[in-house]
């Protein structure tokens, strides 16, 4: 799997999926596997657009789930071809909406996938509407585990930090393991 550090490459057509994807858990998966499906039907590569630091971890000092590396591994198990990676901090932060849809357009997506709940440039005022203005984008429903709640990020770490690693475990879809993260 290629990585891009802090540069958006200039690509021929492919199928970008956008995320902080903190932890790759179950839900992330699904959405990964979505785009993937199109990306081998349409013969074309899977992007992902992430950040070395989740905005939830960079903005609330959050748990992380696991470091950048265990992601990157995770991501390419996924069947990733590439993986534009960013530092997030004040300067990303300060990016206006428009700045990001021009980097994407680079990119040359035939479709973008995000989570349905999906928010960018400052002031997080960029929403699915003002992408579609520009891409064909699918938005993936919110995932729900066997008991009905959602599968995320944060309830991942209300888990760990309550010490129920088994019921983290279980929504992460891999082994937790506390050494070696952030």
Known sequence: MKTYFNEIPSLPNCILVI??????????QALI?????MADANNLKLIVYTFSTPPK??????????NLGERLERLRTLGVDATIVF??????????KDQFIAELKRLNPMAIHVGSNFRFG??????????RAHFTVEAFNIIKSGDGEVIS??????????????????????KYEKEGYI
């Open 19 to 28: 995320g902080a994807f903190d932890g790759i858990h179950k839900g992330h």
């Open 33 to 37: 596997k979505q785009a993937k499906k």
């Open 57 to 66: 971890v960079y903005f609330k000092n959050a748990l992380p789930l696991c």
């Open 87 to 96: 530092q997030f901090d004040e300067a990303y932060r300060a990016k206006e």
């Open 122 to 131: 400052a002031g997080r005022n960029g929403t699915i509407e003002d992408l």
């Open 153 to 174: 990020s944060t309830r991942i770490r209300e888990l760990i930090l309550k010490n129920n690693i088994f019921q983290a475990e279980k929504l992460l879809g891999w």
